[in-house]
């Protein structure tokens, strides 16, 4: 499948393809299933299809491809892809629940999959648009969450492969839920960097990095249900590199490259590790700023900006930075000294590279 | 472990005491895994433990053992304890989920589980408690539901029988939630009667009858993949009338045998069979005053006296309280006929009776 000639960014583009080709065929039966049961669920799924193919990069179904790949296996590729897609259901279950915990009107540069129905005038009355999206939603993602299962029991592995696979996901998703409820209760109490750490390797490292290999490993069958300590410590690090450089995006990055409203984590006071160590080294006066900020709804684009400044002139946003490089340097010396296959260690290395270069 | 001198309470009780100790068990397991993550899981998991095991009359888990009691079969009875119980945990996902899209503030007479949060000064500031408490209250429900396919993944059974049991179970929640979007929906549009009677037969009759009755099955290594035709028309029609009868319950039982606030399905502006009968008997006047009422979030206690006697005067009530008993008779009818055991057939009898005499 992959030449040495070929760039990252080549590898991805031509996964991404395979991957949306086969979120597409499953969607379009998926469709029909629930046609027959309301054209109110047929639009449901719809909407889930549409939320799942815009934009997204796809990396955790291709992580799926790369565990499978560091592994030598008789299994053809195409077997794999339906299983693989599975993540991508977890993800759109996770992010729409997400939208509707954290307030977010954007995801991907489009309208929040709550906020569609919040909006549309045919389906609700004014009068409780904001609650009856936040209704739709919850059971919207509680629906993707039950069909991204149905993906691995309907799949053509062995009984065996299929229990390891489901379990596995299963406690990715109640991991992830307890990754998500610290983080709602750190934008309501002072958490410290250690409980901050802990979020982030179960909120992001888990079902970002750790599952799609491990559910790879799992269909090469390489893997039973026991899990691979190397693999788990390469996404840690992974998954911290990229959530550090995330938080520094989502203050950073601009509403057209993140797909997200500028100021969004310090409008929902997210105390991220980049807002921890800005406290830290601010000034009284900077301190009681930011704190000021902190959950405000209203939070202007000036206010964003000052942030970002203090968050330059304290040092806060280079030593996010190098930590970010750090944990990258780790992931890439543990991927170095793998034992995986070279086409597998050749796109976690790039992969790795990417997570804190990445611009959205 | 019956006898034919048992009544139908008694038998209830046996098995409940069953069930409440296999729950005990569990919950006791799952809060130390919790702990090792942090004080807060820990609550959580204690959280939902206490909301499972509050009230309730295990009838889904029971239904279980009944399904299984339906086929001869060999495997013991304690084995099928720890797949039964994932019904309530089900239950639970759907309840707590369920409690937010309503606003519902009781349940089971006491708080509503995303209301525990929303009120605990520990846990919030006073600024978002509402929204703080359905955050905890979405994710909550996503780790019940979760935890329910981790006690049939963690089962004895044969690899063949856990699958098709999570199968199952995945097909069941993805059709309750279909029943739950329809119903969301229904307080904000018109549904006909045809329409109403479809959401009662997918958010009801499948989880509270059908799932347990076939799992049961399933485990009795009786049915596989395959469900059992007679199975699911028993579960439609006691399904209704179990429904119909809540109906008339939600309006005219009190707050205390209900566990409910008074008027919520008003509150909420539900609209339940009953409600649709009471306005095609109504007068303009009468009509006038009953949409004024639907989703008053202040409705006061002689609105809900009115709307009573309104329901009484139109024979609206007679009428849901007829066709409650109707469905009853038919689902009788087809036990009666089964050739399920005599036990099964026994309990599914009295159960029928049971669900359209019960005061809560």
Partial sequence: MRTNSQTFQETLSIYQELITRELKIFFEKEIQIAAAISPHAKLMVERLQEFTLRGGKRIRPILVIIGFQTCNSDVPLDKILPVAISMELMQSFFLIHDDIIDEDILRRGKIAF???????????????????????????????????????????????????????????????CWGEMLDVLASQQKFSEQELTQILDLKTAGYSFETPLQLGRILAKKSSEEKDTLVHNVSIHLGRAFQLHDDILSIFGTEETIGKSIGNDIKEGKRTLLLLKTLENASKEQQVFIEHCLGKNNIQLEDVLRIREIMRTTGALDHIQTRAHQEQLVAKELIKNSKFLPEAKEFLTELAEYVVDRKS
């Fill in 114 to 176: 709550h906020q569609f129905y919040a909006t549309n005038n045919t389906y609700c009355n004014a009068r409780h648009n904001v609650h009856f999206g936040e209704s739709m939603g919850i059971v919207g993602g509680d629906i993707a969450a039950f069909l991204g299962t149905k993906l691995i029991t309907e799949s053509n592995f062995s009984q065996e492969t299929r229990l390891a696979a489901l379990k596995l996901f299963q406690e990715e998703v109640v991991k992830t």
